[in-house]
Every structure is written in C-alpha cells, then in structure tokens.
C-alpha cells in the first residue's frame, strides 16, 4: 500500500511505525484499523503525481464552451504554477449565471499572455434582478437594474510548450465594465416576441 501525506506530516516519517487508518463513513466516527507498517519514502513514482494533480485538478471548466453568444472580455483572478513548469492553472471568479466561455493563451520567449471571456450560461443571465422604479419630473419611468452578488469561480489548465520560468504571466483583456449588461440586452432583445401587427 502506497500513502500520500502533507509535508508536514511526512517531516515526521519514522521508518517502521504502525500506521492506522480511519474508514470514510458518514455515521460516528469508526474506529482506527491497522493498516500496516511505513518502510520508506517511495522517490516521486511519476504516476502517482499524474494521479495526484489529475485528482487535485479544480472541477471547473477545461476548455471553451461551443456555441457561447454575447461573450465579453473578463480578468483573471489568479495563476499558479506546477513545479515543473509546464501546467499552468488559471482561475476566474463570475457570477452564478456566467460560464467560462473561451480562454486565450499566446506564449513567447519573453511572457506568457492570457485573457478569459465569459458568456451567460444555457439559462441565460438569471443574476439580473429590478430595483425601485421613479418617475421623472417629464413623466418618465426608470427604474435601476442589479445584480446578485453570489460567486462563482472558474479554473482551467494550460500546458506551456516550454517551462514557464522566469517569464511573467500577463493578463491581456480589455474588460467593458458593460460588458455583462450589453450581454443581457442582446440576450432579451433576441427573446423578444415580434409583434403581430407589424408586416
């Protein structure tokens, strides 16, 4: 049997100590059951750290999603970096109703640049919601439209062609900050029922 510990708990590896496990289940706490005696630390099997990182990978989008109408340019919130170099995760924080809707990498000698785009997803924009509505001193009617503030966030992996190194990660989108409303405009106009009376 082969055990994956945190560092931590692997700075305190004593060859020939009983080792015990904990079955998962979801009533009281089991008791421990011996599960034998540590030998030695294995030396990086590499399928193991397949294993790990496809294990570790964040469930979030992997790639474009077809057929994404009305995206719109959106930041990165953040990047991390496998230890080799050559994977590098990038996650993106939406709202609940948005959806990973495309993610450009170009990579050159001297930077790797990235930019994501998001889109409603199959539900369209449900995250809009109406305020109070006023009337104008002309008699008009406006009312405030919001958003919903609950989150969501996005990951995707890109394998660099070379290790990343000491080249920068540059975030290159030009983000509107209407980008999500034009979005749900167009979104309502394409619902719109035609009027009958008109030829």
Request: proline share 10%; charged share 25%.
């Amino acid at each position: 049997m082969l055990l994956t510990v945190s560092q931590r708990v692997a700075g305190l590896f004593q060859a020939g100590r009983p080792v015990d496990l904990f079955p998962r289940t979801v009533q009281a706490p089991p008791r421990p059951v011996p599960a034998g005696v540590l030998e030695g630390p294995a030396t990086n099997p590499e399928w193991l750290l397949r294993a790990l990182r496809e294990y570790q990978r964040p469930r979030g989008a992997t790639g474009p999603i077809d057929g994404a109408r009305h995206r719109w340019q959106h930041r990165v919130s953040g990047c991390s970096v496998t230890v080799d170099g050559r994977e590098l995760w990038c996650t993106v924080d939406s709202h609940k109703d948005e959806v990973l809707a495309g993610f450009d990498v170009e990579q050159t000698p001297e930077r790797v640049a990235v930019r994501a785009w998001l889109a409603f997803g199959p539900d369209g924009p449900t995250t809009f919601g109406t305020g109070k509505t006023r009337v104008l001193p002309d008699g008009r009617r406006l009312r405030t439209m919001y958003r919903q503030a609950a989150g969501r966030r996005w990951s995707t992996v890109v394998h660099l062609t070379q290790p990343l190194g000491a080249r920068p990660v540059i975030d290159v989108a030009s983000p509107d900050p209407d980008g999500s409303g034009k979005a749900h405009r167009a979104w309502l106009a394409e619902r719109a029922e035609p009027d009958p009376r008109v030829f």
